[in-house]
């Protein structure tokens, strides 16, 4: 069975500070990775996609970047926040589950404030 | 352009009725998938069910069941005897294939908050 875990659980963060936030997945080998951002009452929006190492596709633009340094590792990135960047990012990979077709699962997720 | 559109920003129920959401989206390609995702109050994202686009029967997972009108392009989510666990805020996913992975691009609705009353 996967697991995920997702660090950190949540930051404060100041405007212009740089930040990190990072995603690792075990027991899948060479998964694709997603990152997704929720504003706070707002939906899903995908801003990047990895199928492999050192491969990144930006979806969204929002001033962010995003590495695959390891088969089981995304870093999502930053050298300067916004206060626009405040939400709550996800991590997520597809998988069989038993739902009988590829479906797409989340982590637990990062709660970011920018202030 | 919004792809998926989920009108009902909020919900109610009693406990044990029956709760229908509803969802439209927009595509032109013939394969596609249509996914419910439910999020807990802690952002935790739950997978629910979902409808391909090439099967004409209903979905059903549970307690948890589609009504797919392909041809009007919309999908509602059926909880039957609603429970105030069931509360949270239910999502609408539309997904194309993108770069020969089915879940390369996922679009969700704005969600729909329930709330089960006990």
């Known amino acids: 069975a996967q697991t995920i875990h997702q660090w950190p659980v949540a930051e404060i963060k100041a405007v212009g500070s740089p930040l990190s936030l990072g995603c690792t997945i075990k027991?899948?080998?060479?998964?694709?990775l997603y990152w997704y951002w929720q504003a706070t009452g707002g939906t899903l929006q995908q801003l990047f996609y990895s199928i492999t190492v050192g491969q990144v596709e930006s979806v969204v633009q929002l001033n962010l970047s995003a590495s695959r340094p390891k088969d089981d590792q995304f870093i999502l990135s930053t050298e300067k926040l916004l206060l626009s960047h405040s939400g709550f990012y996800l991590c997520?990979?597809?998988?069989?589950?038993?739902?009988?077709?590829?479906?797409?699962?989340f982590g637990s997720g990062t709660r970011l404030t920018v202030l | 352009a919004q792809r998926v559109t989920q009108v009902q920003p909020t919900g109610s129920s009693q406990w044990g009725e029956e709760v229908t959401l509803d969802c439209s989206y927009e595509t032109s390609e013939y394969f596609y998938r249509i996914f419910w995702y439910r999020q807990l109050f802690s952002g935790e994202m739950v997978f629910l069910i979902y409808q391909p686009s090439f099967d004409t029967q209903n979905q059903r997972s549970g307690r948890y069941s589609v009504v797919f009108q392909k041809s009007f392009k919309s999908i509602s989510l059926v909880i039957s005897a609603s429970q105030p666990e069931d509360s949270g805020t239910y999502f609408c996913a539309l997904s194309e294939l993108y770069r020969g992975s089915a879940l390369g691009r996922l679009h969700f609705g704005a969600g729909t908050q329930l709330i089960v009353i006990p």
């Open positions: 997520a990979w597809p998988d069989w589950g038993g739902a009988g077709a590829e479906t797409l699962y």
């Open positions: 027991g899948k080998s060479s998964p694709n």
